[in-house]
Structures are given as structure tokens and as C-alpha cells.
């Protein structure tokens, strides 16, 4: 019932610093079609990222340029 902070880290790529993230829960139901959208940043390879509970979220995190 509570949030989470989940530490990740991803091996391959050099993975961008911001991207986005789509959120999916009882908190953040989508509208119509669409599944709530925001900007994500302090990502690349290695971050941790806060997740509420009963929810489903996605990152898309671009390669670095």
C-alpha cells in the first residue's frame, strides 16, 4: 500500500538522462485512450525511480546522442 523506490541499472547502451514515463494505477487512471504521460529525468543507466503502489509505470528512456 505503500510507494517504492526501486533502484535500476541497465547494462549495454549508453542510455539517455531524461526520456518519458507513462503511469498506469488507481492514482493515475487514463483518460480516455491515453495513459497519463510526464517528463523523466536523472535517468541513463544506472538511477532510482519512485513508483506508487498498485500501479503500473514505464519508462522510455532514449540512447544518448
Known amino acids: 500500500k ?3 523506490t526501486v533502484k535500476v541499472k541497465i547494462n549495454g547502451a549508453n542510455l539517455d ?3 518519458k514515463r507513462y503511469d498506469w ?3 493515475s487512471a487514463p483518460t ?3 495513459v497519463k ?3 523523466a529525468e536523472a535517468l541513463g543507466n ?3 525511480i519512485t513508483v506508487p ?3 503500473v ?3 522510455v528512456i532514449p540512447i544518448a546522442k
Open 37 to 39: 504521460q510526464s517528463a
Open 17 to 19: 538522462k531524461t526520456g
Open 2 to 4: 505503500n510507494i517504492a
Open 32 to 34: 480516455g485512450n491515453e
Open 53 to 55: 503502489a498498485y500501479s
Open 57 to 59: 509505470t514505464d519508462l
Open 25 to 27: 494505477g488507481p492514482t
Open 46 to 48: 544506472s538511477f532510482s
